[in-house]
């Protein structure tokens, strides 16, 4: 007899998402091992230009990953903009988490903690992104669309769009502030390993869980009462 799966509602699960992934990207940065590869280039751009927020930064470059995305598929796609308003509830979470995180204590160990911590959490949140049937956040809409359009395994393209990113975080803090700002081991390793502990995470949520859209489900309720 196949093992039951705990349901899940589709929109519920996007809200967890946008308030995990913000907390996840927020917390890496406090805790000095710098910040995630996905958030580099935004970071990057508010070290460089900081008349906007982070927050603000990552909403810009949200954009221009789905416009990049309609390129790429040569046509205008209704549902990328719905994950741009997405990105923009995934903005204000980001400035709301600053807030409170930075008056949490610091520390060698603290920040191990901490970053375990925003990894673990970063990690089953992109997994849930790609799982929950439901526009997500531009960063990671970006690597599971990539998959569809040229065809290979999300692993190595997750990968290869974080090496991307470090990159030209690279080249742009050394070149406009002359030192490598928001680069730690910590993006290094998420870079190298996040894409393959991200297949892992989904491949235990599909085992336990079964995501539904709420209205989806209510639609079907109705028309068979």
Not at 50 to 74: A, D
Request: contains cysteine; proline residues 4%; aromatic residues 12%.
């Amino acid at each position: 007899m196949p093992k039951q799966k705990t349901v899940l509602y589709s929109e519920a699960t996007l809200v967890i998402i946008m308030i995990l992934n913000s907390f996840a990207v927020d917390l890496m940065l406090y805790s000095g091992s710098g910040i995630s590869a996905i958030s580099s280039v935004p970071y990057a751009l508010n070290q460089i230009l900081p008349f906007f927020s982070l927050g603000t930064w990552t909403y810009f470059f949200q954009l221009g990953l789905v416009l990049i995305l309609m390129i790429l598929r040569k046509r205008f796609v209704l549902a990328y903009l719905f994950s741009f308003v997405i990105g923009l509830g995934f903005r204000v979470m980001l400035d709301v988490h600053q807030i409170w995180i930075s008056q949490l204590p610091k520390g060698l160990i603290y920040d191990l903690i901490y970053f375990m911590i925003s990894y673990l959490a970063m990690s089953i949140g992109i997994a849930l992104s790609n799982q929950c049937l439901m526009p997500i956040i531009p960063t990671d809409l970006f690597p599971r669309e990539l998959v569809m359009i040229i065809h290979k395994p999300y692993a190595s393209i997750k990968i290869s769009f974080d090496l991307i990113c470090l990159a030209i975080t690279l080249l742009s803090t050394s070149l406009c502030l002359g030192n490598i700002q928001g680069l730690g081991l910590g993006t290094i390793i998420t870079a190298l390993t996040m894409g393959k502990a991200i297949a892992i995470c989904q491949r235990q949520l599909s085992s336990h869980l079964q995501f539904q859209r709420y209205i989806h489900h209510r639609l079907v309720r109705t028309h068979s009462a």
